[in-house]
């Protein structure tokens, strides 16, 4: 089985859903493959209430996938080895995810190695809405699927 990895800052909405929606249509549409998810600076994500934002957990349910939010796990950091376990990596947001990872991971060596780590362009609520951000990554995501399936 192979894995994908994705990594938002806190590990509580955009890299969720990514995990959540993957896990649900990998069966059919990317077979063989599984996703995790981490945040690269979880410690940054004071304002987060619970283990999982609502909007992701209220997405997944229009999207037919049953999530139980009393049994949702915490967030959790990245590690090196979350990177090294990884065959392919998707970091949410270019522009804020790439300088954390080379601030907290300098020293993993495929940081820079675009056949293992790939960066998209949605923002966090700061300046996009779930209701924009979410369809967005749902969209991603199945580019994603289809070339993870056909290399």
């Known amino acids: 089985m192979k894995s994908v990895l994705f990594l938002c ?13 993957f896990n ?3 069966p059919t ?13 979880v410690d940054l994500g004071g304002n987060n209430v619970g283990p999982i934002a609502r909007s992701t957990v209220e997405a997944l349910h229009q ?3 049953q999530f139980n939010l009393s049994e949702a796990r915490t967030p959790r950091q ?15 947001k270019y522009a804020e995810h790439s300088p954390l990872l080379r601030e907290r991971f300098s020293s993993w060596p495929a940081l820079s190695d675009p ?3 790939e960066f998209w362009h949605v923002h966090d609520t700061d300046v996009m809405t779930p209701q924009e951000a979410l369809p967005l990554i749902e969209k991603l995501l199945s580019g994603l699927m289809r070339r993870l399936v056909n290399p």
């Open 63 to 65: 999207r037919g996938v």
């Open 29 to 41: 549409e990317c077979p063989g493959w599984v996703a995790t998810s981490r945040g690269i600076a």
């Open 9 to 21: 800052t806190g590990n509580y909405y955009r890299s969720r859903f990514a995990e959540e929606l």
């Open 78 to 92: 990245l590690v090196v080895s979350d990177l090294e376990a990884a065959d392919h990596i998707v970091a949410v």
């Open 115 to 117: 056949s293992r780590i």
């Open 24 to 26: 649900f249509f990998a």
